[in-house]
């Protein structure tokens, strides 16, 4: 009786952390792909950045969003001007610039100039063996992340060598995920 009342106390946890992504660092993804092989999306956001925000509210918060990438991936959620130690392909990469206590924009991590991003948010898809497989740029709705989330899911990306490929990918690419 007292395991079917703790299973029952739990079960609304359970269905609550189904309901949203479960984020990690990017070194505790790199070694659960070393137990179970996984590809990475990370989330590279800064505090300041109001379309990051609309990302988290909107976007990361859709159910087939949260559902797709808790299936099919790592999820991690990288400050780019935060202070944690990254260690990738054998550098451990930081933010020696980091300004404690600093209003606004601050320093840039190191990981982050290491992808070459070019504004936030930025999502960045990493292959089963960590290795990077691209960034995308700026904020996405859950209609514009699922073409990219499937396409990388899928493998697709490896046959898109083209840019008429991708474009007669995006043509025929059926939508499913509801706003």
Same mark, same amino acid.
């Given at each position: 009786?007292?395991?079917?009342?703790?299973?029952?106390?739990?079960?609304?946890?359970?269905?609550?952390?189904?309901?949203?992504? #479960?984020?990690?660092?990017?070194?505790?993804?790199?070694?659960?792909?070393?137990?179970?092989?996984?590809?990475?999306?990370?989330?590279?956001?800064?505090?300041?950045?109001?379309?990051?925000?609309?990302m988290d509210r909107? @976007?990361?918060?859709?159910?087939? +969003?949260?559902?797709?990438?808790?299936?099919?991936?790592?999820?991690?959620?990288?400050?780019?001007?935060?202070?944690?130690?990254?260690?990738?392909?054998?550098? @451990?990469? @930081?933010?020696?610039?980091?300004?404690?206590g600093r209003k606004?924009?601050?320093? @840039?991590?190191?990981?982050?100039?290491?992808?070459?991003?070019?504004?936030?948010?930025?999502?960045?898809?990493?292959?089963?063996?960590?290795?990077?497989?691209?960034?995308? +740029?700026?904020?996405?709705?859950?209609? #514009?992340?699922?073409?990219?989330?499937?396409?990388?899911?899928?493998?697709?990306?490896?046959?898109?060598?083209?840019?008429e490929a991708w474009?007669?990918? #995006?043509?025929?690419?059926?939508?499913?995920?509801?706003?």
């Amino acid at each position: 009786m007292k395991k079917i009342i703790v299973l029952l106390a739990l079960l609304p946890i359970t269905l609550l952390a189904q309901n949203k992504i #479960q984020w990690m660092t990017m070194n505790e993804a790199l070694a659960a792909q070393k137990e179970s092989p996984k590809k990475i999306i990370m989330d590279v956001y800064t505090n300041w950045c109001g379309p990051c925000k609309m990302m988290d509210r909107d @976007t990361f918060s859709n159910k087939d +969003v949260v559902q797709f990438i808790n299936d099919n991936f790592y999820a991690v959620k990288f400050n780019a001007e935060g202070t944690e130690e990254i260690t990738y392909l054998d550098f @451990t990469y @930081t933010n020696p610039n980091y300004q404690e206590g600093r209003k606004g924009r601050n320093a @840039t991590h190191f990981f982050a100039d290491a992808l070459r991003l070019q504004g936030y948010p930025s999502i960045v898809f990493f292959e089963e063996d960590g290795k990077l497989i691209q960034p995308v +740029v700026g904020y996405k709705t859950p209609k #514009q992340l699922e073409i990219y989330l499937k396409m990388i899911a899928n493998d697709d990306y490896k046959k898109l060598t083209t840019a008429e490929a991708w474009e007669e990918y #995006q043509k025929k690419f059926n939508y499913t995920f509801k706003e």
